[in-house]
């Protein structure tokens, strides 16, 4: 059964609760942490080397569509009407806005130290203790909009612009790729910050805390953030109906970036899947 | 889209990895290399500053094992703490504290890890031993048998 994942600004309250209930659920088990501990493990920057396949890469929508549907599908072992809604934020702006309400995330974190004092993963409610990070801190932290240099959330003509380039990626295939649906979209623009922080990245920038860190998946707007960012990937194969993912086949021997990506079939790590057999969700899920 | 029923479906299980790939990568964790006779001198570099009341240390050795000079080996501190460094390809440097920025120098990486870190966070340290990443006193350690590693890359 196809089942839909919804703007997280429509879900009913009850929802909502079964949606927080099932993040609690899988955080007391343990297995939580387990997502947060592969997303640092995968975060290779392009200038080191091997092979990267979730970040700086052709492969980095393919990769997290399949990282969203592992860890949907352990929310869903939790409770069967669950899915991971998204949070479109070219709508929903402000810092009181969904999802940073009481009965869904929470709020900003307080100025003196940027932890989260509301919400579920407040952590004096004891649910939502940082144990996987890359610092010693325990609790969940943001500073939505980076109060001391404020900083706005991409809009939707920021991420046209992205839908819009029929091309899918182009060499180098990394952080630098100057053109490209799939680097205008992950974000690592040319020039200086704030400017060369585009969609999926400013939008780490802009929650803050936790969020720029490698350990953004302790946040669990990190989940509402990649549907929203897969979700752009869907629009963009409506909108290009030829185009495909890139590159097709591996980079040659002698090219810089031979054995560092992952081309259209190759197996795309640690699944035992390939960035063709991810183009198409339409059997498992939809975006309402 | 075709999911095959065996793909691994759990993320690792392990974490033994996690640290020995930023080290790798970094060379963060290793012993300043001699200079080596013969070769031209490598250059070295260093800084120490407190930045936010917090001390800073970096320095560098001209050459990563490879003895490729670009590929400078640095080795970072906050308060003693190590604090990896990672390069993107432009040549420009990020540690996983600011993960999503990069910056023009190890100094300018480091201060900004600081800007994150706040004015007692330590960025998480390899335990010495089998280089798993500890924090908090390893409270999160949990025994991982080793099928659970389901990685063919890093292993
Ligand atoms: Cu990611
Ligand atoms: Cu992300």
Redo the contacts between chains.
């Keep these: 059964m196809v089942y839909t994942r919804k703007d997280v600004s429509t879900l009913t309250r009850a929802e909502r609760r079964r949606f927080v209930g099932a993040l609690l659920e899988l955080k007391r088990s ?2 939580y ?3 947060v ?5 995968y ?9 990267r ?1 979730a970040h ?1 890469a052709p492969s980095f929508l393919p990769w997290h569509r ?1 990282f969203l ?2 860890f949907e ?1 352990a929310l869903r072992r939790v409770d069967a009407s669950v899915t991971v809604p998204y949070w479109d934020w070219t709508r929903n702006r402000t810092r009181t806005a969904v999802p940073w309400t009481e009965d869904l995330l929470g709020g900003d974190g307080r100025r003196s ?2 932890q989260v004092t509301s919400g579920p993963f407040a952590f004096r409610n004891g649910r939502w203790t940082i ?8 609790y969940l932290m943001r500073d939505l909009g980076r109060s001391h240099d404020p900083l706005t959330l991409p809009t939707s003509r920021d991420v046209e612009s992205a839908v819009a380039d029929p091309l899918y990626d182009t060499a ?1 295939w ?3 790729s100057p053109r490209g649906f799939r680097n205008k979209l992950e974000g690592w623009g040319p020039g200086h ?1 704030p400017a060369s ?1 585009r969609n999926h ?1 400013r939008v ?2 802009w929650v803050g805390g936790h969020m ?5 998946v302790n946040d669990p707007v990190f989940w509402l953030h990649h549907a929203f960012v897969d979700l752009q990937w869907s629009r963009w194969r409506r909108r290009h109906p030829h185009a495909r993912y890139l590159p097709a086949e591996p980079p040659a021997p002698g090219d810089a970036q031979h054995g560092r990506i992952v081309a259209r079939r190759e197996k795309l ?5 390939t960035p063709q ?8 899920y939809r975006y309402a | 889209m075709t999911v095959p029923v065996n793909s691994a479906s759990k993320p690792t299980r392990r974490r033994r990895v996690l640290w020995g790939l930023l080290a790798t990568g970094t060379m963060a964790t290793m012993a300043p290399a001699p200079p080596s006779p013969g070769r031209s001198a490598p250059k070295e570099a260093r800084f120490a500053e407190t930045y936010r009341g917090r001390r800073i240390t970096g320095a560098s050795h001209g050459a990563g094992p490879s003895g490729d000079p670009c590929r400078a080996m640095w080795h970072v501190t906050v308060d003693g703490h190590p604090l990896p460094l990672m390069r993107r390809a432009d040549g420009s440097w990020m540690t996983m504290v600011d993960h999503y920025q990069s910056y023009p120098t190890p100094l300018l990486a480091a201060r900004a890890a600081v800007d994150e870190l706040g004015p007692t966070a330590r960025p998480a340290a390899p335990d010495g031993n089998d280089g798993r990443m500890v924090h908090g006193g390893g409270r999160s350690e949990r025994s991982r048998t080793p099928k659970d590693h389901v990685h063919g890359v890093h292993a």
Excluded: C, F
């Design positions: 343990g297995e942490d387990d997502y501990r592969m997303h640092i493990e975060y290779t920057p392009d200038g080191e080397s091997g092979l396949a700086m399949k549907l592992d599908r130290d940027r144990t996987a990070g890359v610092t010693d801190t325990e180098p990394n952080s630098t910050p922080w990245n780490h920038r720029v860190s490698g350990a953004s790590p640690p699944w035992d899947v057999q991810m183009e198409d969700h339409g059997a498992i």
